[in-house]
């Protein structure tokens, strides 16, 4: 299993045009075969912070998904990104 995680940051007056321009990337995502979760959410407490959180089945699935030339976006400028791929070898309960 895959994990995206980590957090965007945007203009505060940015970020609500940010999280609608990607909104159908979201939609399409989820409907991605391998596919297991997908959301850039607003931080509740940071004003500029988007949340990113993906769950995906393997590598080869996140890749045909990045490759396969969704919706063309623009999107205003990040100030910063700190988001990082994961390799998940066990999962069990909290």
Same mark, same amino acid.
């Given at each position: 299993?895959?994990?995206?995680?980590?957090?965007?940051?945007?203009? %505060?007056?940015?970020? /609500? #045009?940010?999280?609608?321009? *990607?909104?159908? *990337? +979201?939609?399409? !995502? #989820?409907? !991605? =075969?391998?596919?297991?979760?997908?959301?850039?959410? &607003?931080? %509740?407490?940071? &004003?500029? #912070?988007?949340?990113?959180?993906e769950r995906w089945e393997?590598?080869?699935?996140?890749?045909?998904?990045?490759? +396969?030339?969704? =919706?063309?976006? $623009?999107? =205003? =400028?990040?100030?910063? !990104? /700190?988001?990082?791929?994961?390799?998940?070898?066990?999962? $069990? +309960? &909290?």
């Open positions: 299993m895959i994990i995206i995680a980590g957090t965007l940051h945007v203009d %505060p007056s940015d970020r /609500d #045009r940010y999280l609608a321009a *990607v909104i159908d *990337v +979201a939609r399409l !995502a #989820r409907r !991605a =075969p391998g596919c297991f979760d997908f959301v850039q959410a &607003p931080d %509740p407490l940071d &004003p500029e #912070r988007i949340n990113v959180y393997s590598d080869d699935h996140l890749h045909r998904f990045r490759t +396969a030339g969704g =919706p063309g976006l $623009e999107l =205003p =400028p990040l100030r910063s !990104a /700190d988001v990082h791929k994961y390799r998940i070898a066990g999962v $069990e +309960a &909290p």
